[in-house]
Nanobody, 121 residues
């Protein structure tokens, strides 16, 4: 069964950090672009970051540029999202998704169930 499972969410104070993980099962991540998305209650889903599999290029939304870092460990079949300097507006459910191809922007075929991130004092 093809599956993505996110973990690492939680409650953190403003200015704090979290590292999200996205682990694949049933397939290997190294052939696919992997994206992170988030959705807050009452808001549309937002693309946060993406990493290509072809050359490792990374992309970030303006709202997280300089604070978040996406990376992949193919040996562990895992993609990470390091989130620093967290703000209350980062509060959302974060999902990872596997692309239809090796490059970001090719669409996403498989989604994880999400992990909740809450930034609050």
């Amino acid at each position: 069964q093809l599956q993505l499972v996110e973990s690492g969410g939680g409650l953190v104070q403003p200015g704090g950090s979290l590292k999200l993980s996205c682990v694949a099962s049933g397939f290997t991540l190294d052939s696919y672009a992997i994206g992170w998305f988030r959705q807050a209650p009452g808001k549309e889903r937002e693309g946060v970051s993406c990493i290509d599999s072809s050359d490792g290029s990374t992309y970030y939304a303006d709202s997280v540029e300089g604070r978040f870092t996406i990376s992949r460990d193919n040996a562990k079949n895992t993609v990470y999202l390091q989130m620093n300097s967290l703000k209350p507006e980062d509060t959302a459910t974060y999902h990872c998704a596997a692309g239809a191809g090796s490059n970001c922007g090719s669409g996403y075929d498989l989604w994880g169930q999400g992990t909740q991130v809450t930034v609050s004092s």
